[in-house]
């Protein structure tokens, strides 16, 4: 599959089967977060994968969605800040770091043929204690990861001159 293939290919999946998810498609998703780019090559992130099946009730105190826990899988993206870099005027990279690690994640997921969600809309703390994620790391981001079982619901984008400015020297 061409790059310009996934991109278009890829959507928030609000549906899964309940079929497994093959260990080496796994092991390809979250090596395809490893090599993402990250700020000085850092690797400021954690990835915790969680199986679904009979923790249910207490992954839908994380995110109440029912498809939430449909997909055999969810990926919990961790940023870990103390290992991060931090630009000269402060500003400190993780988010980005663990932004791209996600986005490489889920773009493998798609080429796979499996369906992903971004989700950053979740109860922090409710994370926290379901996960057992130490102080020092910040849940940052989760998807389901299974086969989807749910079409696209033709969210629109925005046209590229909406996007873009170009500056001419």
């Not at 939430?68 to 400190?92: M, Q």
Request: glycine content about 4%; charged content about 30%; proline content about 5%.
């Amino acid at each position: 599959m061409e790059f310009q293939d996934i991109i278009k290919k890829r959507y928030s999946v609000r549906g899964y089967q309940s079929k497994e998810v093959e260990k080496e498609k796994l092991e390809k998703v979250l090596d395809a977060a490893r090599l993402a780019p990250t700020a000085v090559n850092k690797q400021p992130f954690q990835l915790i994968v969680i199986e679904t099946r009979g923790r249910e009730e207490e992954l839908k105190t994380i995110y109440p969605a029912e498809w939430f826990t449909e997909a055999p899988l969810v990926i919990c993206a961790c940023a870990v800040k103390s290992e991060s870099w931090t630009r000269r005027d402060g500003r400190n990279y993780v988010e980005v770091d663990t932004a791209i690690a996600m986005d490489h994640l889920i773009l493998q997921a798609t080429e796979l043929g499996l369906g992903t969600c971004w989700i950053a809309a979740f109860d922090v703390e409710a994370a926290r204690e379901v996960l057992k994620v130490p102080d020092d790391v910040e849940p940052l981001l989760f998807t389901p990861l299974g086969y989807p079982d749910a079409e696209p619901r033709g969210m629109g984008r925005k046209k590229l001159d909406e996007l873009v400015r170009y500056q001419h020297w």
